[in-house]
């Protein structure tokens, strides 16, 4: 079974509706089929993968569809890395046809094996014809997705089509949405939230309105006029648009629920968020590409009851990233592998079919299913998980393991402090340094910060230095590169 | 049969189909239309269907058998009606998730 079963169970219930764009112009779930259907045909013509590099588009959803139906791997790529890494990532996917926005065409050379298709050929291709039924035997391996490694080179994670049927059918009922609904799109279609918003959207039946180059104006302008209901974000994105939309002095009263994931989402956003637009449901996603996306949910009730609560652990949640999906087993384990009681940090492990762990040549998950997601976390008294940050991030000063985030947060608690990011440094004396960047809207100093952590947190959690910067590094899905910080501050 | 999690079955005397989304704790026979469901991917001779039991089935629905937890998701409508070893089999309450997506 494949993950183009979800577009044929969405025709035969709902054929007409649409699928993808506006009401008045959009594609239909029975038009999106047949179009994928005759892409289908061209892409079995060659051997190989279907690569992608481009923006999202209905293209990006034809293709994805495609690729299914013919049973091949599908790879979208990252358009914002430099011409060699993505000539390199090219000739990896080789053999394969690569769908390609026709302003993106030269950027990757000639290579052999590689069916270049730019996107208006690939358009008239899936107009036209009369499609043929019927399953094509194939690879179980149904989206390869290159992850930005922190050293080396990116590795292909690789999504099964089992994984990703299952996080789809056990989140979502078919046809779901009310036909009012829709959903903006503005995460790249090279990130997990891309394509897991593809599936989602096509089982539930909520048209996908995509904005493929994201400003907060424009997100907000889009969002206004097709009434959008859903929309899922990163918290960059998050921030801009309630700035903005504070600046503008409006609203968004179609908006119903707002999703955000894909990084660290700091509480003052969140808090802000939730000002600006009151009546919204706000739902924080927590995931990794290797998990097919979402794995713990912070429900819009989690938000209103952390939100309003006079009891500290309670209102703490706001923080956390909620509850792991009931179809799930997610453990808290310390170094040596024990479980962890509530409370105590360790690495995040989870198992469960939507969980694929695997890349191409090796795999990550182990043999009994637990899948090690390199992120440390704990788990509350009522179950709740909170995120630390990545493993790799942990700060080892004096033998103490010291998590950025929490220094972060506090950071940016100050009135003057806009940002600020926190990493160690290596230190003959400690084994590591604390390091602060921070980036000031006001004239703040660097021990009146220090100050502030030490009274806040402990002296041994106080940064051993403050830098200010204008800027800090993240990259497009809002990840803060920490790595860049490292080495600029060394 | 081994109705393993994930296994596909399609009906003879309709176009129903499903999924097995959770296994059975003891064996059943799955039917649609009173008449036994084969692979998805096997052939068999189209069969006429109990008259009582031609109530139809529903893509995206969920079906359940209380007594063995077998849960069913219907990927393809048809006119029949499932059963598990001569139980019918309701339709399960949907419950959903926030969208996250």
């Known amino acids: ?490 | 049969m081994e109705l393993k999690p994930g296994s596909r079955w399609k009906s003879l005397v309709c176009s129903t189909e499903a999924v097995v989304v959770r296994s059975p704790s003891q064996p059943v026979t799955l039917e649609c239309g009173g008449v036994q469901m084969i692979a998805h991917t096997a052939t068999g001779v189209p069969a006429a269907g109990a008259p009582e039991l031609m109530k139809g089935t529903q893509v995206g629905k969920r079906y359940l058998d209380t007594d063995t937890a077998l849960e069913l998701l219907c990927v393809k409508s048809g006119e029949g009606t499932l059963s598990a070893s001569g139980r019918l089999l309701p339709m399960k309450d949907a419950k959903r998730l926030p969208a996250s997506d």
């Open chain 1, 1 to 490: 079974m494949r993950i183009s079963l979800l577009l044929d169970m969405a025709t035969e219930s709902f054929a007409d509706r649409v699928a993808l764009g506006t009401q008045g112009d959009g594609l239909s779930y029975a038009q999106l089929r047949v179009a994928a259907l005759n892409a289908r045909r061209a892409i079995e013509q060659h051997p190989g993968r279907v690569a992608y590099l481009g923006l999202n588009s209905r293209s990006f959803a034809v293709a994805l569809f495609a690729s299914s139906l013919a049973g091949r791997p599908f790879v979208p790529l990252n358009f914002r890395l430099t011409d060699d890494v993505l000539t390199r990532l090219v000739e990896r996917t080789a053999p394969c046809v690569l769908v390609v926005d026709d302003d993106m065409a030269d950027r990757v050379p000639e290579i052999a094996g590689v069916v270049r298709v730019p996107r208006t050929a690939f358009e008239a291709l899936y107009s036209d014809g009369t499609p043929s039924e019927g399953e094509s035997d194939g690879d179980d391996a149904a989206i390869l997705l290159f992850t930005s490694g922190t050293t080396g080179e990116p590795k292909a994670a690789m999504l099964r089509h089992s994984n990703l049927l299952s996080y789809v059918i056990s989140t979502i009922e078919l046809g779901s949405a009310e036909e009012d609904e829709a959903a903006l799109v503005s995460v790249p279609p090279y990130h997990i939230a891309g394509i897991s918003a593809l599936l989602t959207g096509t089982y539930a039946g909520r048209r996908i309105v995509y904005l493929p180059v994201f400003s907060a104006e424009d997100w907000i302008s889009l969002a206004a006029a097709e009434s959008v209901t859903h929309a899922m974000v990163v918290p960059t994105m998050l921030q801009r648009i309630v700035d903005e939309l504070e600046l503008q002095g409006r609203g968004l009263p179609a908006l119903r629920t707002l999703s955000y994931g894909g990084g660290r989402m700091p509480l003052s956003v969140v808090q802000k968020a939730m000002r600006v637009l009151p009546h919204v449901d706000f739902v924080n996603a927590y995931g990794l590409t290797e998990t097919s996306s979402t794995i713990a949910i912070l429900s819009p009730d989690d938000h209103r009851t952390a939100s309003s609560s006079s009891d500290e652990m309670v209102a703490k949640r706001l923080g956390s990233v909620g509850k792991p999906l009931p179809h799930l087993e997610l453990q808290v384990r310390d170094h040596q592998g024990n479980v962890q009681p509530p409370g105590s940090p360790g690495e995040v492990f989870v198992r469960g079919e939507q969980i694929s762990g695997e890349y191409v040549g090796h795999k990550t998950v182990r043999d009994d299913g637990w899948f090690p997601t390199k992120d440390m976390g704990w788990l509350d008294a009522d179950g709740y998980l909170f995120i630390e940050g990545r493993l790799d991030d942990v700060i080892v000063r004096g033998g103490e393991n010291i998590s950025p985030g929490e220094i972060e947060d506090v950071l940016r608690s100050h009135a003057d402090v806009a940002d600020a990011a926190v990493f160690g440094s290596p230190d003959d004396q400690w084994g590591e340094r604390i390091v602060a960047v921070v980036v000031r809207r006001g004239t703040v100093s660097e021990s009146v910060l220090r100050d502030l952590v030490r009274q806040q947190l402990r002296s041994t959690k106080t940064p051993d230095a403050v830098h200010f910067s204008d800027s800090l590094p993240y990259n497009e899905t809002g990840k803060l590169l920490r790595r860049e910080l490292r080495k600029q501050y060394r």
